[in-house]
Each structure stands twice: as structure tokens, then as C-alpha cells.
């Protein structure tokens, strides 16, 4: 009987022990997941972000109208003649990006999309020809390059977060 004891006493032992790393193991496997999933929607948002702000202000036919629109710290709205015709009126022409609660929102003629969810910041910066700052409210003709900074957060789980964030400066090619 007490050989019994003993052998169930040991067992125990081994599945606590079994168990309790299963349970570190899974919690290591969500935190990774997250971070991962973290980094890749941030760093989505940023190359979206990027993209369209190169090609803001693409003007081939010289036509007035292109460019930075809207200049602030949290939106930015801009224009591009993606379809080479002369105008900024087309409506797929015209994207603006702006922070809607926690979610960085792509507002274009399909309306508004969340392109980024949980962001805890988001902030645009804008600098002159020579590199400088650009206070606000920003001369939207000095602008020639655009600094990005982006925080996303989300939950790992039992009360961790995790946050990445971005930061990028982007040269204005089209003005």
C-alpha cells in the first residue's frame, strides 16, 4: 500500500510539473503570436502610409491642385493624378488618413477603412526644404518631407500588453 502511495505521489509530482510547463508554453506561444501579429499590422500601415505620401502630389501634366491637402498632427489628406488626366477630381484621387478613436482610418472614394486597429498614437511631423521642423499650424507649401510616427498596443493576455512602434521619415518627391 505504501509503494502505492508512493508511485501516485510521484506521478502527481511529474503531471504538476508537466502541466505547469505546458501552461508556460502556451503562454509564451501567445505572447510571440501577438507580437508577431502587432508587428505586422503596424509595419502594414506604415508601407501604406508611406506609399501614398511619395506619390502625393504626382502631377505628369503640370496641373495645380496636387499634393498635401490637409496638414495636421494626427490627419493628413493628400492628392495624386493616379490616372494621368489633368486633375485631382477624380474621387480614388483624393486619400486621407486621420486617427479615429484607436484606429488609423484610410478615407477614400470607397469610404472610410481601418487600415490599423488598437493604435495608441499616431503623429505626423513636417519638415521645410533645409530639414526643419514646421510648427503648427503648418504652411502647407514648405513641406518637403513628412515624419511618421505610429504605436500600436494589443492585449497578450492576463493583463500584458504588447506595443510596437514605427517611426519614418518620408521625402515629398512630387513637390
Not at 495645380?64 to 495636421?72: H, K, S
Request: proline share 3%; charged share 15%; with cysteine.
Amino acid at each position: 500500500m505504501i509503494e502505492l502511495l508512493l508511485v501516485i505521489g510521484v506521478i502527481s509530482i511529474l503531471l504538476g510539473a508537466i502541466f505547469s510547463w505546458f501552461d508556460n508554453m502556451g503562454r509564451f506561444y501567445k505572447n510571440e503570436n501577438t507580437k508577431a501579429g502587432t508587428q505586422q499590422s503596424t509595419r502594414f500601415g506604415m508601407e501604406t502610409l508611406i506609399q501614398d505620401i511619395q506619390l502625393a502630389g504626382l502631377n505628369p501634366l503640370g496641373v495645380a491642385g496636387g499634393g498635401l491637402i490637409v496638414a495636421t498632427a494626427t490627419t493628413i489628406r493628400i492628392a495624386s493624378d493616379l490616372n494621368f488626366n489633368g486633375n485631382f477630381s477624380d474621387p480614388f484621387e483624393n486619400t486621407t488618413y486621420a486617427l479615429n478613436g484607436s484606429r488609423l482610418e484610410q478615407t477614400n472614394h470607397l469610404g472610410a477603412e481601418t487600415l490599423v486597429d488598437n493604435v495608441s498614437s499616431l503623429s505626423f511631423t513636417y519638415f521645410d526644404s533645409n530639414g526643419g521642423l514646421i510648427p503648427e499650424p503648418v504652411n502647407i507649401p514648405d513641406i518637403r518631407s513628412v515624419g511618421i510616427s505610429l504605436t500600436q498596443t494589443r492585449d497578450s493576455g492576463r493583463g500584458n500588453e504588447i506595443s510596437r512602434t514605427y517611426r519614418t521619415r518620408i521625402r515629398c518627391r512630387n513637390f
